[in-house]
């Protein structure tokens, strides 16, 4: 149930921006952090986590009643070397 209204309320708020446009662009590179993990035996061991790259996009457009709203998307990397900001976006 709560997979099901998470999706419902993604897509009702993305629905509700009109008129969109590209306002800022972020490139998060991948990184591996170590952290410490219990062994069980009352000691630790460092184990790798890995964090992907992650291409971020700003869009800002108008509700229904006409207020200023930002929102960011997570796209591909293709569609973000492709988007420049200022573009217009559409879903």
Known sequence: MP???????LCSCSS???DCHVVDKEYEPSCTEIILMPNGNGGMYPMPMYEPEHFIITIEGRDEKGRVKRRTVEVYETVYNETEIGDTWEE
């Open 3 to 9: 997979i099901i209204l998470s999706v419902f309320l």
């Open 16 to 18: 509700s921006i009109s």
